[in-house]
C-alpha cells in the first residue's frame, strides 16, 4: 500500500478557492490511480475526481467546471483546486490510490486500497 498524507484544507466563503494536496510515499511504480473522495456528516464517501498515471480524468458532476484535479510526478504529488466553492462542498477530503484497470480508474470507493487521513473543508455561506 502507498501511504498517503492530504493538506490544503480550511474555511473560506461561498466563492472562494482551496487548493488540496496529497503526497504518496511512492509514486513512480505505485497505483495507477490517484482520486479525491468526499465524505459529509451523516452522507456516505462520494469520489470527486479521479485520474490515471497517464493522465486520464473524471470529476463527478457536482464538482465539473469548478475543480480541477493534477498530478506532479516528480514531487509525487496529487492536488486538487477547488474555485467557486459552495456551502454543499463542505467535508472532509481524502486522497485514495488503487490500481485502476488498464487506462480506466474506478469510481466506486471499494476499488481504493489506500487512503489518507483526511483534511476538512468548510464553506460558509
Known amino acids: 500500500q502507498v501511504q498517503l498524507v492530504e493538506s490544503g484544507g480550511g474555511s473560506v466563503q461561498a466563492g472562494g478557492s482551496l487548493r488540496l494536496s496529497c503526497v504518496a510515499s511512492?509514486?513512480?511504480?505505485?497505483?495507477?490511480?490517484m482520486a479525491w473522495f468526499r465524505q459529509a456528516p451523516g452522507k456516505e464517501r462520494e469520489g470527486v475526481a479521479r485520474?490515471?498515471?497517464?493522465?486520464?480524468?473524471w470529476y463527478a458532476d457536482s464538482v465539473l467546471g469548478r475543480f480541477t484535479v493534477s498530478q506532479n510526478n516528480a514531487k509525487n504529488t496529487l492536488y486538487l483546486q477547488m474555485n467557486a466553492l459552495k456551502p454543499e462542498d463542505t467535508a472532509m477530503y481524502y486522497c485514495?490510490?488503487?490500481?485502476?484497470?488498464?487506462?480506466?480508474?474506478?469510481?466506486?470507493?471499494?476499488?481504493?486500497?489506500?487512503w489518507g487521513q483526511g483534511t476538512q473543508v468548510t464553506v460558509s455561506s
Open positions: 485514495a490510490a488503487g490500481p485502476g484497470s488498464g487506462t480506466y480508474c474506478f469510481a466506486n470507493k471499494d476499488a481504493y486500497n489506500s
Open positions: 511512492e509514486y513512480t511504480y505505485g497505483p495507477n490511480c
Open positions: 485520474m490515471t498515471r497517464g493522465g486520464n480524468i
